[in-house]
């Protein structure tokens, strides 16, 4: 079990950025894989970016690679997305994941959500 806490949405004009943070109740080191999906109204949850919590290796979405930054702090057991050069279609729920291997799979644990709004 792990828990997971977002913070860093809100509102921000076209082109600005802001950082989301994911805080787990657990080392991260004891999570394979931390993410953070994206839900916009009437959409599917969509990977944004990912990062493996050993050796560091990053994943993202083509409609955020060159503008998104995900990483981790290992001592604060926190996960971090930079988010620059926003657009409105960034708009969304952000939700941070954690996938912890058992046999033959992952089980996967989600934090509340943070709103994101890319808007003037």
């Known amino acids: 079990q792990v828990q997971l806490v977002e913070s860093g949405g809100g509102l921000v004009q076209p082109g600005g950025s802001l950082r989301l943070s994911c805080g787990a109740s657990r080392s991260i080191f004891s999570i394979n894989v931390m993410g953070w999906y994206r839900q916009a109204p009437g959409k599917q949850r969509d990977l944004v970016a990912r990062?493996?919590?050993?050796?560091?290796?990053?994943n993202y979405a083509d409609s955020v690679n060159g503008r998104f930054t995900i990483s981790r702090d290992n001592a604060e057991n926190t996960v971090y997305l930079q988010m620059n050069s926003l657009k409105p279609e960034d708009t969304a729920v952000y939700y941070c994941n954690a996938k912890i291997a058992r046999i033959g799979a992952f089980n996967d644990y989600w934090g509340q959500g943070t709103q994101v709004t890319v808007s003037s």
């Open positions: 990062i493996t919590t050993s050796g560091g290796t990053t």
